[in-house]
């Protein structure tokens, strides 16, 4: 804060003005029994010979003038800030791959064969729009200067394989026709390999680096490999099916226990029995049966009989599910999949206290040295020679107070502890046989079965509530 006065005007005005220049203050003492009190005419005389010109504020000085407060500052110019200008952003005319969701009939279930999971679009068309950053506002310091405004920053175009941007820089547009695909922030159009037929001993193994359409099943034995993703419009019988993308069956999975089904993205089928599954995303079909699944994401059942029976599943998301095993008390293994994790809120509040005490210090430190330079020149007193020690001390203080919230972050840093996000959610009944996990922790309910209940894991210990 720069604190001074003009030779010349009323010496009992004294003028502030903020380091940013953004703000200027008359501060007013009381004049001796024989002075007059400062005029509204002598207060913006000040204001003008510290190069105050913009922003004052008439009323207040009016205000002062009639009533004056002393000892005390009064804002008496106020610059105006700059606006920054609105980042540029994308409008997308085509879903990402999370925003598909299943359409029910009236009855309540899904049509796997006609669901239209994967986008195909048309050289030409617009992906989506680049609306370019605004410019913004300058503002004014209380001295007349102008303060420019920072520019919106660019949006990053999500310009992938097979797509161009327009000559005029506002459209993202499709260079062939193709299949959508979001590969992290960026959209490429794939090329589609399609077998009208199914893939068997006949046309041999299939190994396509973009997303292939088959039009009928994958037989036994067969492997079909994508970098992109797979439509099959049969069924997967004993094969090997690898996809970089999402895997969508329109009929179901009959395996064999043998050979193993990946999907980078999702899974959508109808069914899937005695198959080996791994899906880096969700699942989503009607049943499943004597299988052995891992999966990341959620697992949705929806259809006619949403049932899991048999098998293990590895999960790290949501089952949803009408039943859990059978009757029989056919085994069935449920095993959710944990996160490592720290306490990352409680270590931003160590680090933002952490924050607060260095630039105390700082300002504790300045005052020091400028006390100590006064005091090699004897021209401290008593009491400003104890306010030295305190400062001193009150440095010492928070450093070593700095130094223990240090090391409680690193200790925090260091331990870590398992969280499990997903849970159960079954809308009729889990039976004995059932076997679930949270890790190495088993859930344990009685020899009766439980029914309409949602299980999850909550304060290191599993929960069960009733739906």
Known sequence: MEESKITGINRNIEVQISGDGMTAYIKLEKPADEEAPATREEMLEALAAHGVTYGIRE?????????????????????LNPISGENGRIEFHVKKDKEYEPE?????????????????????????????????????????????????????????????????????????????????????????????SSVNNITGNVNFSGDITVGGDVCNGIAVK???NIIIRGVI???????????????????????????????????????????DGSIMADYIIDSDIRCSGDIILTGTKEVLIGGSTMLGGELRVRDIGNLHERPTKIEFMGIRTIDERRIA???????????????????????????????????AIEQLISLKQQIQFQTEKAGELNEE??????????????????????????????????????LDNIEHCRIYWFDDQIVQNTL
Request: aromatic share 8%.
């Open 59 to 79: 009323a207040v000085v009016e205000k002062l003038a009639a009533t004056p407060v002393y000892a005390f500052r009064m804002e008496a110019a106020k610059g």
């Open 349 to 383: 509040e160590l680090e933002k206290e952490q924050d607060a005490i260095a630039n105390n210090v700082n300002s504790l430190v300045d005052t020091a040295a400028r006390l100590g330079k006064q005091a090699e020149s004897g021209r401290l007193g008593i009491d």
């Open 226 to 228: 994508a970098g992109g």
């Open 409 to 446: 972050i690193e200790l925090l840093k260091r331990r870590e502890f398992i969280v499990y996000p997903g849970f159960i959610t079954c809308k009729r009944k889990i039976y004995q046989g059932v076997r679930i996990y949270f890790g190495d922790n088993r859930f344990q309910f009685s």
């Open 104 to 196: 029910y009939t009236e009855e309540g279930t899904v049509d796997y064969k006609n669901i239209d999971y994967f986008q195909l679009t048309e050289k030409g068309r617009i992906l989506c729009d680049i609306i370019a950053p605004g410019q913004g506002t300058d503002g004014m310091d209380v001295f007349g200067k102008v303060i420019p405004a920072m520019q919106g920053k660019e949006a990053a175009v999500p310009q992938g394989e097979n797509t161009s941007v327009d000559d005029e820089g506002t459209h993202l547009i499709a260079d062939c026709d193709g299949l959508v695909r979001f590969a992290g922030s960026r959209i490429d159009i794939s090329e589609m390999l399609q077998i009208r």
């Open 237 to 279: 019988e004993d094969a090997t099916v690898e996809a970089g993308g999402s895997l969508h069956v329109m009929n179901g999975i009959n395996g064999d226990g043998k050979n193993k089904i990946i999907a980078g993205g999702g899974l959508t089928c109808k069914y899937i029995e005695n198959a080996i599954i791994e899906v």
